[in-house]
């Protein structure tokens, strides 16, 4: 039999097959699972990130990987969320949540076993003026 020695190496060394015995996920495609599981978490404003939101405001597009940092090795990952709570909100709940749903996502989405989910809360949004008005109004439309 022949041994399948094939190459396959990306540019940015982000996916590396070597043999078919290693496959290695790029950060930004673990943060992007995570990003999209605290999406769903009630009680989250928005993702806290400072060089994200200039990139997703420049290109247009949403960033889903914003307010997330991952550090995967060869079969595990460290993942850190940076977010907004809304006001109102219970922190440890939300962040409780927060780490359930993003460790089984990625888990089941990479196969990587997830060490760590650190959940940092960098502010509360507040409802402003203009915003409980609108809320209002929208309520009232809808009676």
Do not use: C, W
């Amino acid at each position: 039999m022949e041994e399948n020695n094939d190459e396959i190496i990306d540019n940015d060394d982000e996916i590396s097959v070597e043999g078919n015995d290693t496959i290695k996920i790029a950060n930004e495609a673990v943060a992007t699972y995570a990003g999209i599981a605290v999406s769903e978490v009630s009680g989250v404003y928005g993702m806290a990130g400072g060089f994200a939101g200039i990139t997703e405001a420049l290109s247009g597009k949403k960033n889903l990987a914003k307010g997330i940092k991952v550090d995967v090795g060869e079969k595990s990952a460290k993942v850190d969320v940076n977010i907004i709570v809304e006001y109102g909100a219970r922190i440890p709940d939300v962040a409780f949540e927060i780490q359930t749903r993003v460790k089984k996502s990625v888990e089941n989405m990479t196969g990587l076993k997830v060490l760590e989910v650190n959940v940092h809360v960098q502010g509360v949004h507040a409802i402003s003026d203009k915003e409980e008005k609108e809320q209002e109004e929208n309520t009232s439309e809808e009676e």
